[in-house]
T-cell receptor, first 112, second 115 residues
Framework: DAKTTQPPSMDCAEGRAANLPCNHSTISGNEYVYWYRQIHSQGPQYIIHGLKNNETNEMASLIITEDRKSSTLILPHATLRDTAVYYCIVRIPQGGSEKLVFGKGTKLTVNP | DVKVTQSSRYLVKRTGEKVFLECVQDMDHENMFWYRQDPGLGLRLIYFSYDVKMKEKGDIPEGYSVSREKKERFSLILESASTNQTSMYLC??????????????FGDGTRLSIL
């Protein structure tokens, strides 16, 4: 089972910031939080990952709470092309297999 | 940018056929993975490989095999295709090292239908 909880859907206006929350209350000390997104009929696209500190790259920012039990992915200026299912994942070690477990994700719809 | 290329976007095969799905990555990654994705079941790991000629079973290896003869290429084989193997198949690769936290990068997937 996925170790994360996300709202099933969210809407955002084009040009505004999209803030996608994720709960991971059972995360262990050495597990990272990863975000991927999947546009319909395409493979998952890596966005960002982090351990404790906030992270930013050209696509998004990741804010992780101090207790690490939740995080928020921020798309600063959402565009129509950001409409996708967004997955928050906690890395599950399995003898080094680096298996990814995707939950149901959040369907983000960016509206014009 | 990392490029993971899967040979076919859509494939239709018949029950009992031997099916080959090919995946190639251009970033010299040692780790490669095969998943299948089904509605309501999410992503499930079939097989993975840490090096040439090396393979490990994932969660659902039954009915599948893999081949890694070259570092850049990881093939998934359905020995005798069945209708319950109709699915979206996703290949991924990542930077080497067990226990690393580098992300996996995915191809665009192969939507396989078994009739």
């Amino acid at each position: 089972d996925a170790k994360t909880t996300q709202p099933p859907s969210m809407d955002c206006a084009e040009g505004r910031a999209a803030n996608l929350p994720c709960n991971h209350s059972t995360i262990s000390g050495n597990e990272y939080v990863y975000w991927y997104r999947q546009i319909h009929s395409q493979g998952p696209q890596y966005i960002i990952h982090g351990l404790k500190n906030n992270e930013t790259n050209e696509m998004a920012s990741l804010i992780i709470t101090e207790d690490r039990k939740s995080s928020t992915l921020i798309l600063p200026h959402a565009t129509l092309r950001d409409t996708a299912v967004y997955y928050c994942i906690v890395r599950i070690p399995q003898g080094g297999s680096e298996k990814l477990v995707f939950g149901k994700g959040t369907k983000l719809t960016v509206n014009p | 940018d990392v490029k993971v290329t899967q040979s076919s976007r859509y494939l239709v095969k018949r029950t009992g056929e031997k099916v080959f799905l090919e995946c190639v990555q251009d970033m010299d990654h040692e780790n490669m993975f095969w998943y299948r994705q089904d509605p309501g079941l999410g992503l499930r790991l079939i097989y993975f490989s840490y090096d040439v000629k090396m393979k490990e079973k994932g969660d659902i290896p039954e009915g599948y095999s893999v081949s890694r003869e070259k570092k850049e290429r990881f093939s998934l084989i359905l020995e005798s295709a069945s209708t319950n193997q109709t699915s979206m198949y996703l290949c991924a690769s990542s930077i080497p090292g067990q226990g690393t936290n580098q992300p996996q990068h995915f191809g665009d997937g192969t939507r396989l239908s078994i009739l």
